[in-house]
């Protein structure tokens, strides 16, 4: 928890001071008419420094032996983690109802060890109603593949 | 009074479009409740795009009840599995659960449910009698007050939020740094985009809701390990009646529970430590405090009534003042602006009907929810049955379509991954998420506020605190952000030990 605690105060200084920086940039202070754009993220970014710099200190006195994650159970995270960023990358080149359905068929057959039948039906169907859902009854498009261009949408 | 506006709230609220809108908003709301992973700010936001077509009426009305039908849901995962859905129903589980194990299951849930009904329907009365003389009140308020308003609002979090302040502010910070990104519409000026085209339009909040809770939470469910290991629930209508029959005779549990509600629940994040006072009040007061925890029904009843009546009240200085109380009147606030309403005190004058059907949809909303989840309990507890291996990639495909609906953007689905991520470590880490999307949301008001604010005293900051109203205000939220400080030194002072840290609201 300590190295976390530690590697996630470092994160957010850095993020104020990229803040500060680009504050400064466009100018903190008194413009024409008001404050200028950078007035407000600023002192903002000012203050997250400062109050990242306490946590900073208080986690590094502490002796916190616990670690962030438990041994074993990095796996199940990973296992949702993982497939789940391949969905969303896959999204791009197959389109959104494609990639639902192997999404689900994959995840269901690998982890769930459901049989096929079970796979094919509940994968299919969960893009079929999405696709009617958002496409044809709401009208909001989702990013489609060739499949779709194939179909005439 | 307010009593005519009422009447034409109803004839709203009653239109057969808005009572199916309700029944709907409830279902899927109790399913979106039930559901790890999928909570009430969630439900909200991944059904938001789908209002944008919509009446501001009828979609507000959706989007209470399902926020109404997400806080019956958690009642049920808390009874029949031992895992609460939300944070605030932690302490139903104490006896809720013991009871359901007895096969006491559907006295449990009858009694949570109808406490549940209670608590509402006693903050949505006050919502009626108070929102109209605070709009009132409120419609003199300049930029200066809104300021301190906000300025309240998340001095509360530091200073009454319960687990880390320091951490508490950054998540304020970071939550107003992001909303800040983007172009500032005030003087045409890019911040922080560091020449990224797709950081021109900032970070939308309900992308980062569905992340933070909706990815986040799945990965933190998986890495507990899921068990659905419930007890079963049989609801028969002689259970119901003969449950309906005892519960008069806590009615002080009630009462005190009721209160206790509404006062933590209209600042924010008050309904987890609501639930906990409360429950800890009736232990106190009852006559035999060592049945509490085995399955004492007085157990059940006070922390349910406790935390829908901070539900209901955390609505009340969203409708009145702009300002949420809770992640999913942010969320809601949102959809506001998204409809083309200005929130805030304008609203009882300018949208009569708009505010007066919301708050009648809040009576029609309950009534429908409690009759719903007494009839169809079971069928909601058999969604908790469903193998995870089908839910865990459902809930992700589905909040990934909600990201994507919002603004139609690849890009968007990507930073819902990052922010489950984000939501996922900062749950670890002790830094709250609630505070996070509220001041995301509220980022640009505040700004805008501040900014009005300085323009009018020519960039003095003593014009926080020479208007009265403001300066008292501020003086409390001042308070409340010092209230970490003084506390354990108060404590060293009077000899008192330092308590373990309550649980948090997320």
Not at chain 1, 111 to 129: C, D, E, K, N, Y
Not at chain 2, 226 to 255: C, Q
Not at chain 2, 389 to 413: F, H
């Amino acid at each position: 928890m300590r190295a976390a605690d530690l590697t996630t105060a470092a994160v957010l200084i850095a993020g104020g001071l990229l803040v500060i920086s680009d504050s400064l940039r466009i100018g903190v202070g008194w413009g024409t008419d008001g404050p200028k754009s950078g007035f407000f993220p600023f002192w903002l970014g000012v203050i997250m420094v400062g109050a990242c710099l306490v946590i900073a200190a208080k986690a590094y006195r502490r002796a916190d032996r616990k670690p962030f994650v438990r041994r074993g159970a990095i796996a199940p995270v990973l296992k949702v983690l993982l497939p789940a960023t391949a969905f969303v990358l896959s999204i791009h080149w197959i389109g959104l109802y494609v990639a639902t359905t192997v999404y689900m068929g994959f995840y269901m057959r690998w982890i769930g060890r459901h049989s096929w039948a079970l796979v094919v039906v509940v994968s299919v169907t969960a893009s079929v109603v999405t696709f009617y859902v958002f496409e044809i009854w709401f009208l909001l498009p989702m990013p489609k593949g060739p499949l779709e261009t194939y179909l005439g949408y | 009074m307010g009593f005519e506006n009422l009447l034409v709230g109803f004839e709203v609220a009653l239109q057969p479009n808005n009572l199916l809108l309700a029944v709907i908003g409830v279902a899927l709301g109790t399913i979106v409740g039930v559901l790890p992973g999928l909570g009430g700010a969630n439900g909200v936001a991944i059904l938001l795009p789908l209002t944008f077509s919509m009446q501001p009426t009828s979609a507000i009305i959706l989007l209470t009840s399902l926020y109404w039908g997400a806080l019956f849901g958690g009642a049920i995962t808390s009874i029949l599995f031992n895992i609460p859905g939300e944070p605030w129903s932690v302490a139903t589980t104490f006896d809720g659960f013991p009871m359901a194990r007895n096969g006491r299951g559907g006295q449990a849930l009858t009694a949570a449910f109808t406490s549940s009904f209670v608590g509402a329907l006693f903050s949505v009365v006050l919502i009626t009698l108070f929102a109209p003389l605070l709009a009132e009140v409120a419609l003199k308020f300049g930029p200066p007050e809104f300021f301190a308003i906000q300025l309240l609002t998340f001095s509360s979090f530091v200073g009454l939020g319960g687990g880390s302040p320091i951490k508490s502010l950054v998540s304020i910070l970071i939550g107003f740094v992001m909303a800040g990104v983007g172009l500032d519409i005030v003087t045409g000026t890019l911040r922080m985009t560091f020449g990224f085209t797709d950081l021109m339009k900032g970070f939308d909040f309900i992308v980062a809701v569905i992340g933070l809770f909706g990815i986040g939470e799945i990965l933190l469910t998986m890495e507990e390990g899921l068990a659905f290991k419930g007890a079963s629930a049989k609801m028969k209508p002689r259970v119901v009646w003969d449950t309906w029959r005892i519960l008069p005779r806590y009615w002080r549990t009630f009462v005190r529970s009721c209160f206790i509600g509404f006062w933590m629940g209209f600042k924010p994040g008050g309904a987890t430590p609501a639930s906990f006072m409360s429950y800890s009040f009736a232990k106190r007061f009852s006559k035999h405090p060592e049945s509490f925890g085995q399955g004492d029904i007085e157990g059940v009843v006070a922390p349910e009534t406790a935390a829908h009546a901070a539900g209901g009240a955390s609505l009340l200085p969203m409708i009145t003042l702009g300002i949420p109380g809770s992640p999913t009147a942010a969320v809601m606030l949102g959809g506001l602006i998204i409809w083309g309403l200005q929130p805030g005190p304008m609203l009882f004058k300018e949208k009569p009907e708009f505010v007066w059907g919301l708050i009648a949809s809040m009576y029609t909303g309950n009534v429908i929810g409690v009759i719903m989840v007494l009839a169809f309990v079971p069928l909601f507890a058999a969604i908790l049955r469903v193998p995870f291996a089908i839910l865990t990639p459902l809930i992700v495909s589905v909040c990934a379509v909600g990201a994507y609906s919002v603004n139609s953007r690849m890009i968007d689905i990507w930073y819902m991954l990052i922010f489950g991520v984000i939501g996922y470590a900062f749950k670890k880490l002790d830094y709250p998420l609630a505070p996070l999307v509220l001041a995301l949301v509220l980022g640009d008001l505040a700004e805008n506020a501040l900014r009005q604010s300085l323009i009018m005293s020519q960039g003095s900051l003593l014009i926080f605190l020479e208007r009265p109203i403001s300066g008292a205000i501020n003086a409390v939220a001042l308070f409340f952000f010092a209230l970490p400080v003084i506390t354990p030194w108060w404590r060293r002072l009077r000899g008192v030990p330092v308590p373990a840290a309550s649980p948090r609201e997320t």
